[in-house]
Nanobody, 114 residues
Framework: QVQLVESGGGLVQPGGSLRLSCRASGSAFSLYAVGWYRQAPRKARELVATLTNSGNTNYADSVKGRFTISRDNTKRTLYLQMNSLKPEDTAVYYC????????WGQGTQVTVSP
């Protein structure tokens, strides 16, 4: 079983940057496919970026070229570097890890506003 704890959210001005972190408990983190999702008010949760255990990435079109997903297996930590942030990036961001089951963090709020 895996427990995920996100951090790094906050309030940032348009054009700014944030880095989200997601620390995993448990073992075998390197075997999990991981990802970031987000949910804005009154909208469904959507994929932001995913990263397989072999290093393949996938990004939503809306964040390509601005966001970068990465992981440090020695620290059991997943990251999301977010640059050139826009007001429409405002959402609760969730990290996800899956292998035989899907695990979710509790979410961290990102607000992009002047």
């Amino acid at each position: 079983q895996v427990q995920l704890v996100e951090s790094g959210g906050g309030l940032v001005q348009p054009g700014g940057s944030l880095r989200l972190s997601c620390r995993a408990s448990g073992s075998a983190f390197s075997l999990y496919a991981v990802g970031w999702y987000r949910q804005a008010p009154r909208k469904a949760r959507e994929l932001v970026a995913t990263l397989t255990n072999s290093g393949n990435t996938n990004y939503a079109d809306s964040v390509k070229g601005r966001f970068t997903i990465s992981r440090d297996n020695t620290k059991r930590t997943l990251y999301l570097q977010m640059n050139s942030l826009k007001p429409e990036d405002t959402a609760v961001y969730y990290c996800n890890a899956q292998r035989r089951m899907a695990y979710w963090g509790q979410g961290t709020q990102v607000t992009v506003s002047p």
